[in-house]
């Protein structure tokens, strides 16, 4: 199906804007409030926050392992488990998001990056779009994490990431998506010194 032909087919569910305006304005996000026709006519209210992107990073090391972090996420009052992401700057490339959140994060540099595909993790209410990339040929330097960053970066073998998943210890939704892109990668295209099997996938 081209993309005309999907906007064509799609025609009776959109809604357009009538007016918009800004509810609150933070130093990265935005929230709006607009009011849109709906298809049937009615005009009605949407809420939704303005976000600048941002990266997830699959980053695995020769052996099969994949570069985690923990850290406290506010919102929640929680520890999470996660992958390596950062928001995107203005005018920014997105793989030198990626790039650059890794190296300041982590420490690791990559050698190889592949774009594996895009999450839009809040339909909702916000849209904001991560892109997920896997990064291969790692080399650890030193970080260099904001000032109001903390967190601890580890290493867990491929298999173990999974599981974590299928048993609720890893819930943030980024992390989930990229190690699904990543698996099913790394199935069609095994990296020549880490096979899907090393990776640990069943």
């Known amino acids: 199906m081209t993309k005309q032909k999907a906007v064509d087919q799609d025609q009776h569910l959109i809604e357009t804007t009538v007016s918009s305006v800004i509810m609150a304005q933070g130093k990265m996000l935005t929230v709006r409030y607009d009011e849109a026709r709906l298809p ?72 190889t990056w592949v774009k594996l595909g895009v999450q839009h993790p809040c339909i909702g209410y916000s849209n904001e779009v991560i892109h997920i990339y896997l990064a291969t040929g790692l080399s650890l330097g030193a970080h260099a ?27 943030d939704s980024k992390t989930m998506s990229a190690m699904l892109l990543a698996e099913r990668y790394l199935r069609k295209q095994p990296l020549p010194d880490v096979g899907i099997e090393k990776a640990g996938a069943k």
């Open 145 to 171: 994490r904001d000032i109001d960053e903390a967190m601890d970066v580890f290493v867990w073998p491929f298999e173990r990431i999974m599981q974590a998943i299928e048993s609720g210890d890893i819930t």
């Open 40 to 111: 049937n006519g009615i005009i009605s209210g949407r809420e939704y926050v303005i976000h600048p992107g941002a990266v997830v990073v699959v980053a695995l090391t020769p052996t099969g392992e994949v570069v985690l972090e923990r850290q406290f996420r506010y919102p929640l009052k929680q520890v999470f488990i996660e992958l390596p992401a950062g928001k995107i700057d203005p005018d920014e490339p997105v793989l030198s998001t990626g790039q650059r959140e890794l190296l300041e994060e982590t420490g690791y540099t990559a050698q």
